[in-house]
């Protein structure tokens, strides 16, 4: 069993940053590949980017690469998102999520941990 808790949303300027991070707790963290989504009003939830146990595999969404980084720090069992140049389209609701593979995915129907959700508002 795993508790995902995510931090660091917030309001931003069109072009800003920000940094995510995904607290979890319980057991064999480094078991898990942990996986970022998001989901807009209105529109379905979408896999951004996801790594693996070990940290040694990413996937990224077309819609990431470039602009979000993905790491983790099995040491303080958390998962970072840094969220660069973003935009008004950025606006959503963002989750982490934990899947008990040794490669990670970004379909959604695959991680059975949640967290519940970090708000993001790019607006100037």
């Known amino acids: 069993q795993l508790q995902l808790v995510e931090s660091g949303g917030g309001l931003v300027q069109p072009g800003g940053s920000l940094r995510l991070s995904c607290q979890v707790s319980g057991n064999s963290f480094n078991r898990y590949s942990i996986a970022w989504f998001r989901q807009a009003p209105g529109k379905e939830r979408e896999g951004l980017v996801c790594?693996?146990?070990?940290?040694?595999?990413?996937e990224y969404s077309d819609y990431a690469k470039g602009r979000f980084t993905i790491s983790r720090d099995n040491a303080k069992n958390t998962v970072y998102l840094q969220l660069d140049y973003l935009s008004a389209e950025d606006t959503a609701i963002y989750f982490c999520a934990a899947e008990d593979n040794y490669y990670c995915s970004l379909s959604a129907n695959r991680h059975v941990y949640w967290g519940q959700g970090t708000q993001i508002t790019v607006s100037s």
């Open positions: 790594i693996s146990g070990v940290g040694r595999s990413t």
